[in-house]
């Protein structure tokens, strides 16, 4: 458009000049007009596109199991809400789309096969953001941002942006987590019957030889007189045999790395496969304990309902856990033992040092934009605009004080049952800051086992260069295989089906099926950007 009007311009002053050569006032105007057409185009310029408030925002969000519903006359796209967004921020015409997290991967395939694409799209799903920011179908933010998101860049962290930069394009708006209690990074951790281990003089176990000894105690003196069960996890959840077994891989070098088709960890300056390095060592005591009856037998079959039953029926002794979960597991438990207590234990140590879960990710959501989004600027703009308003934050995180929530003593206090019937608000929250964060967290009466948590000491420790490694074109293609025959092979040498020395034909069939490939080419990455990332981040 620029070039279009500055060729336009030059025309016009080219047959003035000729006609009026010896008219000095006529060329003097000319050339006055001239300079005011370049300044015009250029304020043009520095404008930048017009946003339009009456665009239609296709915006998509997971959909969360802690949502039964929406109160009686309100649906997806007619709630207080929605509204209340609709008005603060002028765009009235806004879709909400809410998605089924376990089936959002293919919904996303099928919708930018199609090419009716969302305009927004908020994930917590890391492996989304990857695999589309890897077949290139992601706009990059940063124009975007610098135009329309002020606020937003107030709000991400370096690491954040670190972790959607790719080639130096930034690929999607990250949220940063905040979960902190007492200064400590809060997430899932070690959790255990603290009233039996009272009872049988059990204390924490720091290693790996006092973690046996712990769980053996347990299934020995039978604390719940039913036949308790040591250590209950649930591998039935996505087929991965070392689902919630963190407790234990952490002490192996493979916390929150086991459903990737390669596990990269960085040891000794240099980027390599997680299972060269501990997975024998690992199957090794997992078989042990599985043979011994030390982690429940049911666990490769076992979902999170199952875990949460065992939890709460007071059958189970010990689980990998979040700090959110204590509160279900106690509801059923004090009905039939009033002296239940539950409590975070610290990490265990492994052999050579090896201890701690996965640091938080450096984003906790992601807002991503499809390259044929017809509203890009305007969907930045809109998140940007709640971002200005904490009126309208406040109202979509808690409600009305009065009728959702009363301030008590300075807390927020709810009110039941109106607060209970609002929960889908939770779709709405379009960022998580910490004075939202810590008063939900509050709200949803998560204090006590926060604390329990923040008790332990810190847990979240270990560096995951996995969070800022991009998925390559080889890992795309082939990781799946590699996921399927990795826990085809745990899972029978974990329960005894296949013996310890089957490992070796594992690894072969992996690096014929594209194992060696896919570490080669992460390699690579880490030579040119990756180490870089790790010296910068990696402080302990």
């Known amino acids: 458009m620029r070039k279009r009007l500055n060729k336009w311009w030059m025309t016009t002053l080219l047959v003035a000049l000729s006609a009026t050569v010896s008219l000095a006032g006529c060329s003097n105007e000319a050339t006055k007009t ?13 404008q930048g596109p017009k946003l339009n408030k009456a ?22 796209n007619d709630n207080q809400f ?19 997290a376990a089936n959002q991967l293919d919904t996303y395939n099928l919708m930018f096969a199609s090419g009716d694409v969302y305009d927004l799209i908020y994930t917590n799903d890391l492996n989304i953001f990857k695999r589309f920011s890897a077949q290139g179908a992601l706009l990059p933010v940063d124009d975007a941002i610098k135009q329309f998101g002020t606020e937003v860049g107030k709000l991400v962290t370096e690491n954040a942006w670190t972790a959607v930069t790719l080639e130096g394009k930034k690929y999607a708006i990250p949220v940063p987590p905040f979960q902190k209690f007492d200064n400590v990074d809060l997430g899932a951790g070690f959790l255990a019957r ?38 209950v996890a649930a591998g039935g959840n996505n087929g991965n045999p070392l689902d919630g077994l963190d407790v234990i891989t952490a002490a192996f070098g493979l916390s929150g790395i ?12 240099k980027l390599v496969d997680a299972q060269d390095v501990y997975l024998k060592d690992l199957l090794t005591y997992l078989n042990k304990l599985y043979k011994e009856g030390l982690i429940d037998n049911e666990y490769l079959f076992n979902k ?61 959501n992601f807002y991503i934009i499809p390259k044929n989004s017809k509203n890009a600027n305007e969907a930045v703009d809109l998140l940007n605009t709640y971002l200005k308003d904490k009126g309208l934050q406040k109202f979509v995180n808690f409600g009305k004080e009065g009728v959702h929530y009363d301030m008590v003593n300075g807390a927020l206090t709810p009110k039941k049952p109106a607060y209970d019937q609002i929960i889908y608000k939770l779709y709405y929250r379009m960022w998580n800051t910490p004075d939202i964060w810590l008063p939900n967290a509050l709200l949803g009466g998560y204090e006590t086992a926060m604390k329990s948590f923040a008790q332990a000491g810190a847990q979240l420790t270990a560096f995951n260069i996995n969070q800022y490694r991009p998925q390559t074109e080889v890992e ?33 069939k992996a690096d014929a099926a594209g194992r060696q490939d896919v570490i080669k080419a992460s390699q690579d990455w880490f030579t040119k950007e990756g180490k870089a990332i790790y010296d910068k981040l990696n402080k302990k």
Do not use: H
């Not at 009235?92 to 789309?97: A, H, K, T, V, Y």
């Not at 086991?258 to 300056?269: C, E, H, Q, R, Y």
């Not at 795309?476 to 310890?500: F, H, M, S, T």
């Open 304 to 364: 999170s309902q199952q875990v949460t039953e065992k939890m709460s029926s007071g059958k189970a002794a010990s689980v990998y856990a979040g700090y959110w979960e204590p509160s279900s597991y106690l509801a059923g438990l004090t009905k039939t033992d009033a002296n239940a207590k539950l409590s975070f234990l610290p990490t265990v140590e492994g052999k050579d040092g090896q201890k701690g879960y996965s640091m938080p990710a450096p984003v906790s």
């Open 82 to 100: 929605l509204n209340m967004i609709k008005e603060k921020t002028g765009y009235s015409n806004i879709e909400w789309n809410v998605i089924p």
């Open 34 to 46: 001239t300079q005011e057409g370049k300044a015009t185009n250029e304020a043009v310029a520095t």
């Open 258 to 269: 086991t459903n990737l088709a390669v596990p990269f960890i960085v040891k000794d300056g």
């Open 476 to 508: 795309l293609a082939k990781g799946r295989a590699l996921i399927d025959l990795r826990n085809e092979y745990i899972a029978k040498i974990i329960n005894g089906a296949l013996p310890i020395t089957a490992l070796d034909e594992y690894i072969k």
């Open 194 to 231: 603290q009233d039996w281990m009272d009872k049988l003089g059990l204390k924490a176990p720091k290693n790996l030889d006092e973690l046996y000894t712990f769980l053996k105690t347990m299934k020995d003196k039978d604390p719940s007189g039913k036949g308790t069960i040591p250590f």
């Open 55 to 76: 665009a239609k925002i296709r915006i998509a969000v997971p959909d969360n199991s802690g949502v039964k519903g929406y109160e009686q006359g309100a649906s997806a």
